[in-house]
């Protein structure tokens, strides 16, 4: 029985010094790293069609870190709306990718700070404006003085032509030179078998509608002339 209390007591005094050990002061310390805020887009604003003059853009965002940590990107960019990694470690709050008339690109970035704090932003777009896209689809042809009028479609050729399968409403092929400069258009003459015809004229660089005066010939003899006007649909 003695014995049996000798344990007891020797059982509370460790329970006693437990307790007193778990009361006692906790002095670790932590250090705690503020991340980056969420990236936001500066420019080209998110959907937005832009137009440029060389053959690259600067991919612009903004965000902060209340440590004052110098910025570092991991940049993702290309056409696939999941876009793959252009330029890991980046430093700063922009980068200038290269780019070409007419696409549509995708771009985030990953933020990292010193101590490896990530932030990661949206997937934002923006395409590029093409001058001859507003001429490609379709149309409707008026002809005035024929008092007749059809449906026409182009299709881009390069960045400065269109062409046409249906031309003079005969199923012939037709190609249109486009100068933005001047705002004109050319068909050069061309021939499909007895026939052969010219054509220029005006466009519209906003709306795709083009004016032009055409002669069209038969074996080599002219046939009929009037005034074309082409009115996207």
Known sequence: MKRKNIILVMLVVLSSIFALQSCKKDN??????NAFTEPTVTAPLDGATIKITGSTVDLKWATTNKDGASP???????????PALYKAGATGL???VPVVLGATY?????????HGVMT?????????????????GDFNCDEPAEDY?????????????????????????????LDFTKLTYSMPLTTWSNYSAI?????????GKMVGNYTVYYKGRSIETGVHTYTKK
């Open 28 to 33: 670790t310390t932590f250090t705690i790293y």
């Open 120 to 136: 990661y932003s949206p997937t934002w777009s923006f395409t590029i404006f093409e001058p001859v896209a507003i001429f490609v």
């Open 94 to 96: 922009s980068i200038t």
């Open 149 to 177: 009028s059809y449906d026409v479609s182009f299709v881009k050729g390069d960045a400065t032509s269109v062409i046409t399968d249906n031309y003079w409403n005969s199923g012939w092929t037709a190609t249109f030179t």
């Open 106 to 114: 995708y771009w985030h970035v990953t933020m990292k700070d010193a």
């Open 72 to 82: 570092i990107a991991d940049v993702y960019f290309g056409t696939n709306s999941k």
């Open 199 to 207: 054509e220029s004229g005006t466009i519209n660089a906003t709306t």
